[in-house]
């Protein structure tokens, strides 16, 4: 019995805190920003670069997605004031009103001149919701950093395609001298290959 009053005092808990409402914060730009987490620390600021997962909608179609399209956070660094100004970009504007850790849906209003860009098959769109993780706000050394590991990568990636191509050069040179039969392997189509 004490056990059961248990669990359903635990699912009273949370079903309270789960109908807990949080409350928009709405920018000077008019972007409607949902902070799910309020985490403590300096609000990202223009000119920041940040690493974040986004979560792109038009109505319930996921139009791009950072874990999806590229299976990692993204890096932006937000406009200066001043380009801020001239068109406010709603996911930056929102970002502005977050700090390092928060997660956040920011709404976009779509006016006419977005709506124009909506491809006709997502029907009629009257707000961008994007879903927002701010994985880490990047300082000059980690943006440093995260560029020299960058490069690092894409000089293993050249090394190796060097070395594929080198491998392939030789194969393809001992099939033309007829030095692969045995090593060939042939479908039913009369393709012929060799596992490496």
Not at 59 to 87: C, I
Not at 177 to 191: D, Q
């Amino acid at each position: 019995m004490k056990n059961l009053l248990l669990v359903i005092f635990c699912l009273c808990t949370l079903a309270a805190s789960a109908q807990k409402e949080t409350k928009p914060e709405t920018t000077s730009a008019g972007t409607v920003v949902y902070n799910y987490t309020h985490k403590k620390g300096p609000r990202i600021t223009y000119g920041s670069s940040v690493l974040i997962h986004a979560h792109t909608w038009l109505n319930d179609s996921l139009v791009q997605s950072s874990r999806r399209d590229f299976g990692e956070a993204r890096e932006f660094t937000l406009p200066d004031s001043v380009a801020m100004s001239q068109r406010t970009v709603a996911i930056f504007d929102g970002l502005r009103v977050l700090t390092n850790g928060d997660s956040a849906t920011i709404l976009q209003t779509v006016d006419s001149m977005l709506a124009k860009q909506i491809p006709p098959e997502f029907g009629v769109v009257k707000v961008i919701r994007y879903e927002v993780k701010v994985m880490d706000v990047l300082t000059p050394e980690k943006k440093a950093k995260r560029e020299k590991q960058a490069e690092a990568k894409r000089k293993k990636v050249l090394d190796k395609e060097a070395e594929v191509g080198k491998i392939v050069a030789k194969y393809l040179s001992d099939y033309n001298a007829g030095k692969l039969k045995k090593k060939l392997k042939k479908t039913n189509s009369g393709l012929e290959y060799v596992i490496l």
